[in-house]
Every structure is written in C-alpha cells, then in structure tokens.
C-alpha cells in the first residue's frame, strides 16, 4: 500500500517558545521534512524545547519560495510528511506557506494545520475594538502614495481592521490612517505580543500617529475600528497635516494633494485650498 504525504502547516510562537503544543514537539521529531522560514531560528527553538529535529531540515522563505515549493510538493507525491514552520505564527498569514499549500491541494495531498499563536488574533483580542466581524490587511504599501490608496479604498470598511507594520514606517502609517480615515477614529497598536516587553498603546490614530513620531521598537500588530456613520466626513485639518508631512518629505505638493484627495475622498480643489490657506497664515 501506497504511503499517503502530508503537508503539515504549523503555527509557532510569537515570543513565547512556551506557547507551543505538545503535537508541535511531536511533528517537529516526526517529519520527513520541516521547511523552516529561518532554519538557524528553528534550531533554537527545537533547543529551547529540547526537541531533537528528526527529519531534513530545509530553508522556505521568500526568496526561495516558488522554486522550493515544487521540491516540497514532490516530496510529499512521494508519501513524506512535510512541515512547514515560519518564524512566528501561521504560516501563509504574511509568510511562506500559500505556494506550497496550493500546490499540495492540486495534487490531491492532504493537507493538515498545527493551530497556534497568531499575532493577528492576540492583538485582536487585547484591542478592546469590535472583533465579530474583522479583515486582515497585511502591510500596507510602502510607497506613500500606493499606501495613501490602499487606505482610501478602506475608509468606509466597517470591519475592524488588523495591519502589519515595520516598526521605523508605524508614524508614517499611522499618519496616513489619521489622513484616510479621521484622527478620532479608535485603534491599538500592539507591540512585542506575549513578550517581555509587551504594549497596547490605544487611541484615536492622530493621538497615536504623535506617539509613534518619537520612534517605536518591535514587531508591531495595528488594530482600527471599521467605519461607522458617526464618523462624518475627513477631518481637513489632518488631510492639510499629511500633505505637508508628505512634502517636508520631499513630494512635489501638486502631487501629494491629489493623492491625499483621491484617498479620503474629498474634491482636489478642496484640499488644495486648504493648504494654500494654511501656508498663507503667518
């Protein structure tokens, strides 16, 4: 009889090596294979278990991804168990793991999940924001202006939104969530989940764009309320603010207004005004 694969996609933990389960310790001895994003991170965390690692152990991050993915997937037609394991959390939330996994479905292979941590849902939960209804929305767009649309195209999601974010782009993200959906609109930022140096900063994202301008460390977690007709139209004042944030920053001002304009929805006129009126002021 034919051994069956299997693709095993394991959650690992998000600062806590304790928060594993015992069927990770299981696997992580067990399989054929394990896929690590971080190869020299899983060997501390199997330390740290005190797990010996009884398979290959091969690296699957970013750059590798496409190509690693078709070895796996042979692999597992083969009848080998392959784990996958990223360096905190799901794998396929914001890391590698959906190639392979699709790859694995299509080849009819059975596919299986070691639920664990996920910073997504810890700061979710300690947000105090509505979580019956939420959308995950990765890392916003590192360019001001992709981001500046991103945000727009959410501005009247009324689900609560969760982000990921580099630490040295929080401010300017921040800032730009103030822009698109209103400095008093409530949100969490999440820094260092479960880890010694845990933090819930909670605010209207204009107070908390001003706090992350002094510079935060961390993996950093951002939770935001989704709409609600209460919030009214943009706030101008915080649309003028992010047009000369975007200039002092080194982006033609014709430029910046069109696109603060398009992403909260108001008239370029409008807010070109506004910003003329403001640089007029002595």
Known sequence: MTRQGRLVLAGAPIGQAGDVSPRLREVLESADVV???DTR???RLAGELGVEIGGRVVSYYDANE???AQELVETLKDGRTVVVITDAGMPGVSDPGYRLT??????GVTVTALPGPSAVTTALAVSGLPSDRFCFEGFPPRKAGDRARRLAALAREERTMVFFEAPHRLDDSLAAMAAAFGDDRQAAVCRELTKTYEEVRRGGLGELAAWAADGVKGEITVVVAGFTPDDGPPDIDALVAEVDRRV????????AVADVAKGAG?????LYDAVHRRSSTP
């Open 266 to 270: 108001v008239p370029k006129r409008e």
């Open 66 to 68: 496409a190509g690693r």
């Open 35 to 37: 896929a690590a994003e």
């Open 248 to 255: 002092a920053a080194g982006e033609p001002a014709k430029i």
């Open 41 to 43: 991170r899983l060997r």
């Open 102 to 107: 699709r790859l694995a479905v299509d080849a």
